[in-house]
């Protein structure tokens, strides 16, 4: 939950500041009593919720809200970008463990192969990208090595 309160911090620190004053989403809600039904309810899946706030909201608050949307959902979206395959019992362990790590009940896990990594992987979850591939520590290293 700690690392939720930290993402909020960054991304409202992305926002103009006229738009850090939430006046403006609340009037919008209050007048709107379906929208901020269509936001919580859990039967309607997060790519619906984002393109209503794609439609409805100006650009530099939409990342905020999005953000939102997706720590209130039962589960996480991620993506596993591997060199090799990882075989069912990786798969498994790496949901638990992410559903561990941002507390939720489901993890689901979508799955492409990328052999430029050359080796390991890279996982995308909750507006974050870790890189254990081969080829991001080769990339890693080359920028240490041209400064």
């Not at 949901?95 to 561990?100: E, N, S």
């Not at 896990?109 to 591939?133: C, N, P, W």
């Amino acid at each position: 939950m700690a690392q939720s309160a930290i993402d909020y911090a960054k991304a409202a620190l992305e926002l103009d500041s006229s738009v850090l004053d939430f006046g403006e989403v609340e009037d919008l809600i209050k007048t709107n009593p379906e929208l901020f039904d269509m936001l919580c309810d859990p039967a309607i899946g997060p790519e619906a919720k984002h393109e209503a706030i794609d439609q409805i909201l100006q650009d530099s608050i939409k990342d905020f809200l999005k953000l939102f949307i997706a720590e209130t959902e039962k589960t996480l979206q991620a993506e596993l970008i591997y060199c090799t395959a990882p075989s069912e019992d990786q798969i498994k362990a790496i949901k638990a463990r992410l559903a561990d790590m941002y507390n939720k009940q489901e993890v689901e896990l979508t799955l492409k192969e990328d052999k430029t990594l050359i080796g390991g992987f890279q996982l995308r979850v909750a507006g974050s990208e870790f890189d254990y591939s081969i080829k991001g520590r080769l990339d890693g290293i080359s920028r240490k090595l041209s400064i």
